[in-house]
């Protein structure tokens, strides 16, 4: 980049030529985007020189925060030795080939084998294709249908979008394509709350929703069930502690594959280093992708466990599928790094210990504020929802947009946390420190408390 320009100058070139990711364009047009231009630790900075507590580690990504010059020098190294190579021709570089071997070690001892992709999106899309292919090495082509979940988010490619259960998503393109099904999340303020269900019962009651759909599509028609171990993109959903049990349970009585979709709750994020490690799931695959290299370059992939990866090495033959970066020497050689850096920093430790507790501690303390009806954490992501009557629990009109009305007053306050309805998410940083989860804790009662002034002048109480 070699020019300086202008907030308004880079505004303007920006709606002239840049189509954004998940973006009505006309108001972003009529408003400017926010320049964001450098960042450090757990802040980012942008062309107005405001400083900004990044309380969403970019896109749920920036797991060993910015700045971080292990990273930037594995990746200038790597670049200077090979920049790249490709693995298709019985060929491989050792940057991927050492981080097949770390990420073996570092997941659950079932894993033994990795294929690596570019994105979360990828792995997923990677995942539909490798089950279909694993059932039918196995002699059971009908064993098509993969079931996912309402508001599941796994992506933006076909399969990925059709995985996940966005319905506006859904909407446009054409999706879900064919052989992929759902059923509804895990959400006990919406499903289990208002039928006066313990946390505990219900989290029974909506895994019993997979059987129930295992048996209306036939069980030797289903090939795998995939989940995010806690909700992201759906709002931070926290499950009942007996749901992933119980999921397990069933995949097990109908032998169905289970797919944890990791990309989000992967290294570190709860407290462990998989998101199936807290929530007690024990996946055939798991898809990967964010924090495996904090953001810094694209990476993603599946890790295969050993039940998969013997059918597909012994009775698969070619699996016809693969990507031109898959097992990119840069992006492995940066992941290698920041794995290095979260065990050498003992960063999910800290989570599950230390810093984790503290947040849900805090958290736990905004259920005083008069817009908050419900808090959920787990290990470092949180959720808050908004509420028009705590003591009632109504909620207020989706039209009138509260979440975003909060999170603008967040913009303008120096922290990003993100509206997903009427529920405001963090997933900070894992290298956060206590003073920092005080300083966040700070920001979130000033934004709410404007909040909840704005809404009074509004009339919307
Ligand atoms: C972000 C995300 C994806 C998609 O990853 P991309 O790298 O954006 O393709 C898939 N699954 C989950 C759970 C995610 O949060």
């Known amino acids: 980049m070699s020019t300086q320009r202008t907030t308004r100058e880079w505004q303007q070139a920006d709606s002239a030529h840049f ?10 047009a009529a408003k400017g985007a926010r320049i964001i231009e450098r960042a450090d630790n757990i802040y980012i900075w942008d062309s107005e020189g405001h400083k900004i507590l990044d309380a969403m580690s970019g896109l749920w990504c920036v797991n060993v925060g910015y700045g971080q010059t292990a990273l930037v020098e594995a990746a ?3 670049m200077k030795q090979l920049p790249f190579y490709n693995a298709f021709f019985q060929t491989a570089t050792p940057p991927a080939i050492e981080l097949a071997e770390r990420l073996a070690q570092v997941t659950p001892p079932q894993f033994q084998h990795v294929f690596f992709t570019c994105s979360g999106s990828e792995g997923n899309d990677t995942v539909v294709r490798m089950v ?16 996912g979940r309402n508001n599941g988010y796994h992506g933006s490619t076909m399969a990925g979008a059709s995985l996940g259960g966005m319905s506006a998503m859904h909407a446009q393109g054409g999706l879900p394509i064919p052989g992929i ?5 895990p959400y006990w303020w919406a499903h289990g709350r208002p039928k006066g269900l313990s946390k505990d019962e219900f989290g029974l009651v909506a895994a019993g929703w997979l059987e129930a759909k295992i048996l209306e599509v036939g069980p030797d028609k289903v090939a795998a069930f995939i989940g995010e171990p806690v909700q992201g993109a759906g709002g931070v959903i926290v499950p009942p502690k007996t749901y992933w049990p119980e999921i397990q349970r069933i995949c097990d009585k109908y032998g169905i594959l289970l797919v944890s979709d990791e990309v989000i709750c992967g290294f570190g994020r709860t407290g462990q280093w998989f998101g199936c490690e807290t929530m007690g799931s024990r996946p055939d695959l798991m898809t990967f992708a964010k924090g495996v290299t904090s953001g810094y370059v694209p990476l993603g992939g599946v890790m295969v466990s050993d039940k998969v990866a013997k059918v597909l090495i012994e009775q698969g033959g070619e699996f016809e599928h693969g990507f031109t970066y898959s097992g990119h020497p840069v992006a492995a050689a940066v992941a290698l790094a920041n794995i290095g850096l979260i065990q050498e920093q003992g960063l999910v430790e800290r989570v599950r210990e230390d810093v ?22 787990c290990g470092l992501m ?10 009632t629990g ?3 009109p989706s039209e009138l947009s509260v979440g975003m009305v909060c999170r603008g007053h967040c913009f303008g306050n120096g922290l990003i946390m993100r509206a997903v309805g009427d529920r405001m998410i963090i997933a900070p940083p894992l290298v956060m420190t206590r003073a920092q989860v005080d300083e966040l804790m700070a920001l979130i009662r000033r934004c709410l408390d404007l909040t909840l002034v704005d809404v009074a002048n509004r009339g919307w109480l």
């Open 19 to 28: 189509l954004h990711p998940f973006t009505d364009h006309a108001p972003l």
């Open 76 to 78: 200038a190294a790597q």
């Open 132 to 147: 279909r292919h694993y059932w039918a090495s196995l002699g059971q082509p009908e064993r098509q249908v993969i079931i």
């Open 181 to 185: 099904t759902h059923i509804e999340q």
């Open 356 to 377: 984790g507790p503290y947040l849900a501690e805090q958290f736990e303390s905004l259920r005083d504020h008069p817009l908050i009806g419900d808090v959920d954490t």
């Open 382 to 391: 949180g959720a808050m929802l908004l509420v028009k009557d705590k003591t």
């Open 394 to 396: 109504e909620a207020f």
